[in-house]
């Protein structure tokens, strides 16, 4: 199973004082000493946090996974096909939000998310889709042509008691119905320390995009070991596959 870091919040810092510190760049390369298979970097519309300059670095030294989270707006998609990411995640922005709230809706951009899957795939450019933990949205995934998908784990990670059970069967299912029918499935969102073991667990998981909680705790005890802290959690609980 993979661990993909999201660097977003290093930027977010950054961006507190418009500075040049801390750098995400500096960043991804303690990241991938401490383990990381993947670096996501989510290149919004407004530029909060990680910026062009960025996924340009990135891209010129990254030989693990390059993981793009982008809306798939016509912009982005013109981003994507010059930079060639590894994987392009299509994920639902708007603006207000302080982070992605839920799932794609599917169904109202289907028409234009095909369209821009079929130009990433002519590059050679896997793509993704981040939905919510219901099994008609992974069939509508691979009825876009979608690669795979990221399973939102937001709600279940915010959950307590039964109705944290109740999430964790619904992205159980999820995830098994996507390898039943020939998708990969990924899992994020909300996913911290103690709840991602849960996660780990479920069979035929791919792999696990977590950011926020590993730069907190990256902040305390430095990024390596934070990575290597997160590691850990998933390998000791993930089933062998």
Same mark, same amino acid.
């Given at each position: 199973m993979i661990l993909g870091i999201n660097i977003d919040h290093i930027a977010t810092l950054r961006q507190a004082r418009l500075?040049?510190?801390?750098?995400?760049?500096m960043a991804t390369t303690l990241a991938l000493l401490g383990g990381a298979d993947g670096i996501t970097l989510h290149l919004r519309e407004d530029?909060?946090?990680?910026?062009?300059r960025d996924l340009d670095m990135l891209r010129e030294f990254v030989t693990v996974e390059l993981n793009l989270e982008m809306a798939g707006d016509e912009e982005m998609i013109r981003i +994507?096909?010059?930079?060639?990411?590894?994987?392009?995640?299509?994920?639902?922005?708007?603006?207000?939000?302080?982070?992605t709230e839920g799932g794609l809706?599917?169904?109202a951009g289907m028409s234009a998310l095909k369209k821009g899957v079929r130009k990433l795939k002519d590059k050679g450019i896997r793509t993704s889709f981040f939905i919510n933990? +219901?099994?008609?949205?992974?069939?509508?995934?691979?009825?876009?042509?979608?690669?795979?998908?990221?399973i939102h784990t937001g709600t279940y990670a915010n959950a307590r008691g039964d109705e944290q059970e109740r999430e964790l069967a619904k992205?159980?299912?999820?995830?098994?119905? +996507?390898a039943e029918i020939g998708l990969k499935a990924n899992a994020g969102h909300g996913l911290n320390y103690h709840n991602v073991a849960r996660i780990a667990e479920i069979e035929s998981l791919?792999?696990?995009?977590?950011?926020h909680s590993i730069i907190s705790r990256a902040v305390l005890v430095g990024m390596e070991k934070a990575?290597?802290?997160?590691?850990?959690?998933?390998?000791? +609980?993930?089933p062998v596959q």
């Open positions: 500075g040049s510190e801390p750098d995400p760049v530029r909060r946090h990680v910026n062009d +994507a096909l010059k930079k060639l990411p590894d994987l392009v995640t299509i994920v639902p922005e708007k603006r207000q939000e302080l982070t809706n599917l169904k933990p +219901a099994i008609e949205d992974v069939d509508l995934s691979k009825d876009i042509g979608a690669d795979m998908v990221e992205i159980a299912r999820s995830i098994t119905h +996507a791919r792999g696990l995009y977590i950011g990575v290597r802290d997160m590691k850990e959690l998933i390998m000791m +609980a993930c």
